[in-house]
């Protein structure tokens, strides 16, 4: 079983950049989507981007396209998103998933299975 762990939240200046890991031990992470979500206080967690198994193929949400960037390193166990341009907007705990093995593109968060238990990033003015 694919257990996810994020890593490189914090805070951050309007118009910084952060780039948060996403490492899965228990398990390869060939053959899965992975996505990227978050959650601001008091609102309902939204997608923000998502990379193929295969062909690297990505999707953005479009309050993050332009600014940020997913990636992975199946080598490495890791998958990435780099995030520019920083708004306070964009301040939410991030949350990296999976959903079942050889799973299609999904931005709907129920369709994935494996969670990690997220990292805040805080965006200051």
């Known amino acids: 079983q694919v257990q996810l762990v994020e890593s490189g939240g914090g805070l951050v200046q309007v118009g910084g950049s952060l780039r948060l890991s996403c490492a899965a031990s228990g398990g390869t992470l060939s053959g899965y989507v992975m996505g990227w979500f978050r959650q601001a206080p008091g609102k309902e967690r939204e997608f923000v981007a998502a990379?193929?198994?295969?062909?690297?193929?990505?999707y953005y949400a479009d309050s993050v396209k332009g600014r940020f960037a997913i990636s992975r390193d199946n080598a490495q166990n890791t998958v990435y998103l780099q995030m520019s341009s920083l708004k306070p907007e964009d301040t939410a705990v991030y949350y990296c998933?999976?959903?079942?093995?050889?799973?299609?593109?999904?931005?709907?968060?129920?369709?994935?299975?494996?969670w990690g238990q997220g990292t805040q990033v805080t965006v200051s003015a």
């Open positions: 998933a999976a959903p079942p093995r050889l799973s299609g593109m999904s931005t709907t968060g129920d369709e994935y299975e494996y």
């Open positions: 990379i193929s198994w295969s062909w690297g193929s990505t």
